[in-house]
C-alpha cells in the first residue's frame, strides 16, 4: 500500500489517499474540500478510487465527500454512528467554520470498533476513539505499521474538545489505551500537520507522554 497526504482548506486538513499497489484501488480519507486536488493526485497515482472512508464528522474533514461521491459513485464509509449530529448540521458548521455551502450527504455505511474496511487486496482495521468528537474512528493498517488518526493525536498535540460532545478524558483514554498500545513504530497521519509515530508521542508529547507532569 501507498500513500499520499494533499492538505487541503483553508484548515489544511490532511486528505489522505490510501492505494492497494496490487490492484490500484484507493480510499479517499477525509475529503474536507478542494475536490480538484483530490482528483489530481489520484490521476498522478494512477489510483482507481473505491470509497471514501470519514475518520469525523467535522466540515474540514468531509466538506468535499457529497461532490466526490456524486461524481465518481463512490460508497460513503464511517464514521460511528455517534458522529451522526455532526454530518446532520453540514449547513450550521458552514456558517460556524465560514466555510462555503457545501452539499449534504448520508454515509452508506456506519463503522464500529473491530470492524475492517478493504482497499483493493489492503485491509484496515477500524478503531473508535471518541473524545474529539464521539463518533471519531481511526484506520490502521498492522502490517505497514501505519495509521490515519484524524484529529485524535498530533505532532505534539491532542485533538481539541471543545467542541459540542467533546470529551477530555475520553481523548487522554483514547490515545493511550487505543492508540499507543499499537505499538512505538506506527507510523500517523494526523488530521493537520506533519507525521509523527506513536513512540514519539508517548516520549514527547506534552499532553499525553509517560513523562508528563
Not at 25 to 30: L, N, P, S, V
Not at 103 to 132: K, M, R, S, Y
Not at 136 to 162: C, K, M, W
Request: charged share 20%; hydrophobic share 40%.
Amino acid at each position: 500500500m501507498i500513500y499520499r497526504v494533499i492538505p487541503v482548506t483553508a484548515f489544511a486538513q490532511n486528505c489522505t489517499i490510501f492505494m492497494c499497489e496490487d490492484t490500484k484501488k484507493a480510499a479517499i480519507i477525509d475529503p474536507g474540500g478542494d475536490v480538484a486536488k483530490i482528483e489530481a493526485a489520484l490521476a498522478e497515482m494512477g489510483a482507481v478510487a473505491e470509497k471514501i472512508l470519514l475518520t469525523h464528522g467535522h466540515l474540514d474533514h468531509v466538506g468535499g465527500t457529497a461532490e466526490l461521491a456524486s461524481k465518481h459513485q463512490l460508497p460513503i464509509i464511517g464514521p460511528h454512528k455517534d458522529d451522526g449530529f455532526w454530518i446532520d448540521a453540514l449547513a450550521q458548521q458552514v456558517q460556524m467554520f465560514g466555510f462555503a455551502p457545501v452539499e449534504g450527504f448520508a454515509p452508506d455505511q456506519w463503522l464500529n470498533d473491530g470492524d475492517t474496511v478493504q482497499v483493493g487486496n489492503v485491509e484496515l482495521n477500524v478503531i473508535h476513539a471518541p473524545g474529539h468528537t464521539p463518533g471519531h474512528v481511526i484506520f490502521y493498517q498492522p502490517e505497514q505499521q501505519l495509521a490515519q488518526v484524524g484529529d485524535v493525536l498530533f505532532n505534539g498535540s491532542i485533538g481539541r474538545t471543545d467542541f459540542p460532545k467533546g470529551n477530555h478524558d475520553d481523548l487522554i483514554h483514547s490515545i493511550r489505551e487505543k492508540l499507543f498500545p499499537l505499538g512505538d513504530e506506527v507510523r500517523f497521519i494526523p488530521g493537520h500537520g506533519p507525521e509523527s509515530t506513536f513512540g514519539q508521542e508517548r516520549r514527547s508529547n506534552p499532553f499525553v507522554s509517560d513523562h508528563r507532569g
